[in-house]
């Protein structure tokens, strides 16, 4: 009985169907070692070949497609032949080596007529750097006016007939950004000039440390070395007043050894109130002179004594000290005022040199101005996505950090760039003071040194943006008349030692516009009419050439994230104003 078993099992095995059977592989380039020599099978090894090649395919106007989300991203086919060959100028440039590898977004539109001459990835949301100046200037001019000042005064009871106040003096301020020690010293000379000897009282400055403070509160600190080695070395701070004290355990070391010198601010609190020490520690060679600046922790006591200092050197007698309180009393005379340069100068400051510290600053005054209470950052974006909504961008289509454009978070579009330039450029309120504000091409501001010798110098007026893998170039270029371009260029993603080759790509952008408007014009008048439209020749840039830029976007380095410096306040209204230039005349 289990033989007829273990042969029924043999022979249900053997009766499976091949579907059930497990699947035996054959193994390529292998013989099955079981199988006889007759059955063996060679299996063909599989040819590799090289990927094959295709030739490069120059960049067209049809090529240049948009995205699903950037439907009207591409400028129709141009109507003339000038229109076509300026078309054909651009997408060559954008074929260049460096700048086809980054991501781009260009327009290029007619100013009179608005109609799009050229466009290419127009509404692509990309890093502006600081071409986000361009909107919190014209957000702040927008709010305020041209005509805007900060004012500074100094509050008190009246004098007496000797020339003595009765009581305390009060600084308030008015969030001045632009506020500097010599605007300290002219209202010490205004009271000194109505015969002021004595004040009774206190110094007073308020509890708000940014509204009572000078614009950047710094103290320059000057480290020499002594003699000889195991001499202290001297100290001297600019400038030197009450509040300061210093602890000097730096020593001087022997010629031979590295200087290492470390200075720093810390504040400490006695029975007669808060003083800042300054402490200098380390070595430093004989003879040897270190000059650092350091940011003072409490601006409005800095200010209380710097203006306590100046009243003792003007020889005004100061019987009581410096206190910080909340508010003056509601109802005291002014003694003295400073008034600050107007907005329209200050967007200058702003967009020429592209000064971040300026630029926050002014949009948040807007900001304080339309909403109440303390300038701040959050209120001077609600200024600015409250602008760009008036001009018909809608809120969803952007991202906004900061005025001034040191963020990676900002996003912009070309179409959205060019969308403030032309309409803060109609706009007779604030176009005279936003169009004077930016650089001329070779002359001023972060474009002098970048098109001198070019065909546009001196025909192109706009704004620069330079972040880390961050170009960005926009601006108004025009011969004259109704001849006028305006123009917005985003570059992002591109490595940073390739900077200068984008730059120089972004340039010749421009220098073509340029030739354009000049052979339009030619074609149009019949006789070149304008002087000076057809300079000569140059070669085409070369990045080489290209002189580095001023402009103060420091997130540039990724080890160096923000490093102010002063705006060109010295200079006054003098020099803001570029020579004259044909550019928007009928715009």
């Not at 004989?286 to 100046?310: C, D, E």
């Not at 304080?368 to 996505?385: D, T, Y």
């Not at 410096?565 to 209204?573: A, N």
């Amino acid at each position: 009985m289990g033989r007829f078993l273990v042969l029924f099992a043999a022979l249900c095995g053997l009766a499976l169907p091949a579907e059930g059977r497990p699947e035996r592989r054959p193994v390529p380039n292998s013989v099955n070692k079981a199988d006889s020599p007759e059955k063996r099978v060679r299996v063909p090894a599989r040819r590799l070949t090289a990927p094959r090649r295709t030739k490069k395919r120059p960049l067209r106007l049809s090529s240049l497609k948009p995205t699903r989300h950037e439907a009207t991203n591409v400028a129709p086919k141009g109507q003339t032949a000038l229109e076509r060959e300026l078309q054909g100028l651009l997408v060559g440039i954008l074929q260049g080596k460096w700048i086809r590898r980054a991501q781009n977004g260009v327009l290029v539109i007619d100013a009179k007529t608005g109609d799009t001459l050229f466009s290419y990835g127009a509404d692509r949301q990309l890093n502006p750097a600081s071409n986000v100046k361009l909107v919190s200037t014209a957000a702040a001019l927008d709010a305020v006016g041209g005509e805007f000042r900060y004012r500074t005064r100094i509050l008190g009871p009246a004098a007496d007939p000797v020339g003595m106040i009765p009581g305390d003096v009060f600084l308030v301020g008015n969030f001045d950004p632009t506020l500097r020690v010599e605007d300290v010293q002219g209202l010490v000379q205004a009271l000194s000039a109505q015969g002021i000897q004595v004040i009774a009282g206190d110094v007073v400055v308020g509890m708000n440390e940014a509204r009572d403070s000078l614009g950047q509160s710094r103290l320059i600190v000057v480290v020499r070395g002594g003699e000889k080695e195991g001499d202290l070395p001297t100290v001297v701070l600019e400038p030197d007043t009450a509040l300061f004290s210093v602890e000097n355990s730096a020593r001087t070391t022997s010629k031979g050894r590295r200087a290492r010198l470390e200075v720093g601010l810390r504040v400490k609190k006695n029975s007669s109130g808060e003083r800042i020490v300054v402490a200098a520690a380390g070595r430093i060679r004989p003879g040897q002179v270190f000059k650092m600046s350091r940011t003072v922790p409490r601006p409005a006591l800095h200010v209380g004594y710097l203006l306590r200092a100046l009243l003792l050197q003007a020889n005004i007698e100061v019987r009581g000290g410096v206190r910080q309180e909340n508010a003056p009393p509601p109802v005291l005379p002014e003694l003295a005022a400073h008034e600050s340069l107007p907005l329209g100068v200050l967007v200058g400051k702003v967009n020429k040199p592209s000064w971040n510290f300026l630029a926050d600053r002014v949009v948040w005054t807007a900001g304080a101005e339309l909403f109440g209470g303390s300038p701040s950052n959050e209120k001077g974006l609600r200024a600015m996505i409250g602008f760009l909504t008036r001009i018909g961008i809608a809120r969803n289509s952007y991202r906004l950090e900061n005025g001034s454009g040191l963020s990676r978070s900002n996003r912009l579009s070309a179409r959205q760039i060019i969308e403030v330039l032309t309409t803060a450029g109609r706009d007779f309120r604030i176009a005279p003071d936003f169009l004077a504000s930016l650089s001329v091409a070779g002359r001023d501001g972060t474009l002098k040194g970048r098109f001198r010798g070019h065909p546009s110098a001196g025909r192109f007026r706009g704004k620069t943006g330079t972040l880390s893998g961050v170009l960005a170039l926009s601006g108004f270029v025009s011969i004259g008349g109704e001849d006028t371009l305006c123009f917005a260029i985003l570059t992002n993603g591109f490595k940073n030692r390739r900077k200068q080759h984008v730059r120089s790509s972004q340039a010749a952008m421009v220098n073509a516009m340029y030739r354009y408007l000049v052979k339009r014009h030619l074609t149009e008048e019949g006789a070149l009419e304008t002087e000076g439209l057809q300079p000569p020749p140059t070669p085409m840039l070369d990045p080489s050439s290209e002189e580095g830029e001023s402009e103060n976007d420091s997130l540039a380095d990724e080890t160096n994230d923000i490093k102010e410096q002063p705006g060109p306040l010295d200079e006054g209204v003098e020099g803001m104003q570029p020579p004259a230039l044909p550019i928007l005349r009928a715009f």
